[in-house]
């Protein structure tokens, strides 16, 4: 007959070895150079997230015809989304209108210079989300399709989502086919992509305090570029590996749980 010490002990033993080794149960979480980090769980949790330099060079020259300021890249076969953190100062409502004609009319203009740069046509054709304020997520959203290289066949919606913090914004660049836009969940992803980013402590909207920087008015700093801020230089993360971290505390807890569970049966059978 088996022991009930030893049954209970390697049960707790073995649901340890399943929760550090399979993947699906705890978010994998990765950090990002501008100190903010990204928990890839949930319904997508499989897709592929890189943070390694090279590879977000690599990405870049293939999008932007050279180096830019992306911090991460997430990909799957449904969209992709590209991060990049600007410091363009903190966001207050009251003091900032956005002109959706006006910011469309900057996009165009952005998209001609990076057309030059990248020896490839790149027009912005019409909205397909407006500009919105999120209140609730500190958030500011809106996408567009763009055509390029004068085929109306490749068009691609842009969809940009800036998650608010102290400092300035993190913008998520969503870019996805019309037609699998079409069948997505436009505010399902807002919400996934805010609520699984985490600006480092000290960093949130929440934390603003008087004489923080502001961000500019009119657009409020909400351009940018098409792929980001273009960069000669290095990124400077050859050191931030694309292997995500576990919930440490969570395996610590669970481990702790088990001896003290061993402790507990084995003093009680004698």
Request: hydrophobic fraction near 35%.
């Amino acid at each position: 007959m088996k022991n009930p010490i030893t049954s209970s002990f390697s049960a707790l033993t073995l649901s340890v070895f399943l929760l550090l080794t399979h993947h699906n149960v705890l978010a994998k979480e990765y950090h990002l150079e501008s100190g903010s980090k990204f928990n890839l769980t949930g319904k997508y949790k499989d897709s592929e997230f890189i943070t390694n330099n090279r590879s977000l060079k690599k990405i870049s020259r293939e999008t932007a015809g050279r180096a830019t300021t992306i911090e991460a890249f997430l990909g799957n076969d449904q969209f992709e989304v590209h991060f990049f953190n600007e410091n363009v100062g903190y966001f207050q409502p009251e003091n900032c209108e956005i002109d959706k004609d006006e910011l469309f009319g900057l996009i165009e203009k952005q998209t001609t210079i990076q057309s030059k740069e990248t020896n490839r046509s790149i027009k912005p054709v019409r909205w397909v989300i407006e500009p919105k304020i999120d209140n609730e997520l500190d958030a500011i959203y809106y996408a567009f399709e763009a055509q390029f290289d004068d085929n109306p066949s490749n068009t691609w919606v842009n969809y940009r989502i800036y998650e608010l913090g102290r400092y300035g914004y993190e913008k998520m660049q969503v870019v996805v086919s019309p037609e699998v836009f079409l069948s997505l969940d436009a505010t399902q992803i807002l919400t996934y992509l805010d609520d699984n980013h985490n600006f480092e402590d000290g960093a949130n909207y929440s934390d603003y305090q008087e004489g923080d920087s502001l961000a500019p008015y009119g657009t409020c700093g909400l351009l940018g570029s098409f792929f980001g801020a273009l960069e000669d230089a290095d990124l400077g993360m050859d050191e931030i590996s694309d292997t995500p971290s576990l919930n440490i505390f969570w395996v610590i807890l669970l481990i702790l749980a088990t001896v003290g569970a061993n402790i507990f049966f084995n003093r009680r059978n004698s």
